[in-house]
């Protein structure tokens, strides 16, 4: 079965310093990868995917992630954090050719912002 | 933009009570999905539907069913509600088919988070 882990569940990280959130997963297969962020009281919002092709995707509100094959990792980073950007931050796969496309989901990491 | 609409964003039931939550989407997706979201936990699909009247349980389907009998609406339903069922229940869809790429992002409602007394 697949599984995803994000190793850490809190983060705490100044503004403007640089944040990286981790991501394994264990699957069989290259799946599709996503990181989604939930603010508080919110739903889930997409920043950004990987499919197929070049492995550094670039995503919305300046985060970008890098694909690692060979470590099944998919990590999140942006290199200036702002105070908005305290959330909750889901990584997710789902198989490729499958009915209903469904989405694991790791634990998420809650990210903090310090003034 | 894709809107998935949760008809309730808080909702106080008591043990033992049937509960709906409802779910719509206006983007005429294929896939529809229920999730509960617990901290430490992620998110855990329940339920998931590729059509209608068509289901699929998930991970953790006991206790819960679900019903799309149009397309666009699908809902979760707690035949006989527990304590251990408060939590969020977050709704998504998605265009589909398997393998379209893009058309597999899911767009999720902004939750409804259910207590059980």
């Known amino acids: 079965a697949q599984s995803v882990t994000q190793p850490d569940i809190h983060i705490t990280v100044s503004e403007g310093a640089s944040l990286e959130l981790r991501c394994n997963y264990s699957?069989?297969?290259?799946?599709?990868l996503f990181w989604y962020v939930q603010s508080p009281g919110q739903g889930l919002q997409l920043l950004l995917k990987?499919?197929?092709?070049?492995?550094l995707v670039q995503g919305i509100k300046g985060f970008e992630a890098e694909f690692k094959r060979s470590q099944s990792s998919f990590n999140l980073r942006k290199p200036s954090v702002h105070w908005s950007d305290a959330a909750e931050y889901f990584c997710?796969?789902?198989?490729?050719?499958?009915?209903?496309?469904?989405?694991?989901f790791g634990g998420g990491t809650r990210v903090l912002v310090k003034p | 933009d894709v809107k998935v609409t949760q008809s309730s964003r808080y909702l106080v039931k008591r043990t033992g009570e049937k509960v709906f939550l409802e779910c719509v989407q206006d983007?005429?997706?294929?896939?529809m999905f229920w999730y509960r979201q617990d901290p430490g936990l992620g998110l855990r699909l329940i339920y998931f539907?590729?059509?209608?009247?068509?289901?699929e349980k998930g991970d953790i389907p006991e206790g819960y069913s679900v019903s799309r009998e149009k397309k666009e609406r699908f809902s979760l339903i707690l035949e006989s509600a527990s304590t251990n069922q408060t939590s969020m229940y977050l709704c998504?869809?998605?265009?589909?088919?398997?393998?379209?790429?893009?058309?597999?992002?899911?767009?999720f409602g902004a939750g409804t988070r259910l207590s059980v007394l």
């Open positions: 998504a869809s998605s265009l589909g088919p398997p393998g379209g790429g893009t058309k597999n992002i899911q767009y």
């Open positions: 699957y069989g297969a290259t799946p599709y």
């Open positions: 990987y499919f197929s092709g070049d492995t």
């Open positions: 997710a796969v789902a198989p490729i050719k499958a009915a209903g496309n469904k989405l694991t």
């Open positions: 983007m005429d997706h294929e896939n």
């Open positions: 539907s590729y059509d209608v009247k068509m289901k």
